[in-house]
């Protein structure tokens, strides 16, 4: 089945560091990632969608500036929180879909990233 | 893009049949069903999906009337494993998706 892979899986920096968290399709192509935030006890909340060759497209309220994502090719996206603090603690989770327009297929996940920021 | 409603939470003893039913009153016509699992600090495990009537995989089952403002999933002799958020969409082709709050089920011994 459509395997998605994220890494780290979790990681612990200071405030004020940039934090760079990947995204792969590890057995197929997709031209469109998903970028979530979940925080404890809640649902997962879009954060962008992140196209390949072209911008990402954030929901209402999402910092474009404070989390950078690049889709360079057709397996790997990246989010990259910038000058993150305290408050971008939370747990960061992205989703892929197979196939291309057409053919509805289900998103799957990776298994998130743990990110804590003292 | 329809919006699913819930329960918020649910408890079940091992060996029983759990029915969690979704309520997606606006669905379009072009729109899936898809429900996915969560464990604690996991990404969402994709459980089954379908268009109408019923869907049945080796884990799950999913009863979708025919006006499809619903839909039921059907998970048969729960054990203690299947503790977790179950998350009910909908959506069409390449459209992101929206969740909602997500029934906590809670099973016991």
């Known amino acids: 089945g459509a395997v998605v892979s994220q890494h780290p899986s979790w990681v612990i920096c200071k405030s004020g560091t940039s934090v760079k968290i990947e995204c792969r399709s590890l057995d197929f192509q997709a031209t469109t990632m998903f970028w979530y935030r979940q925080f404890p006890k809640q649902s997962l909340m879009l954060m962008a969608t992140s196209n390949e060759g072209s911008k990402a497209t954030y929901e209402q309220g999402v910092e474009k500036d404070k989390f950078l994502i690049n889709h360079a090719s057709l397996t790997l996206s990246t989010l990259t929180v910038t000058s993150a603090h305290p408050e971008d603690s939370s747990f960061y989770i992205c989703?892929?879909?197979?196939?291309?327009?057409?053919?509805?297929?289900?998103?799957?996940f990776g298994d998130g990233t743990r990110l804590s920021i003292l | 893009l329809a919006k699913t409603t819930q329960p918020i939470s649910m408890d079940s003893y091992e060996g029983q049949e759990v029915n969690i039913t979704c309520s997606h009153n606006?669905?379009?016509?072009?729109?899936?069903i898809t429900w996915y699992q969560q464990f604690p600090s996991q990404g969402p495990r994709f459980i089954i999906q379908?268009?109408?009537t019923k869907v049945t995989n080796e884990v799950a089952s999913l009863f979708i009337p025919a006006d499809r403002k619903s839909s039921t999933l059907s998970l048969p002799r729960v054990s203690l494993s299947d503790t977790a958020v179950y998350y009910c969409l909908v959506g069409e082709g390449t459209d992101k998706l929206i969740f909602g709050t997500g029934t906590r089920l809670q099973v016991f011994p």
């Open positions: 379908g268009y109408k």
């Open positions: 989703s892929a879909r197979e196939g291309t327009g057409g053919r509805y297929e289900p998103q799957h």
């Open positions: 606006n669905i379009a016509t072009n729109d899936y």
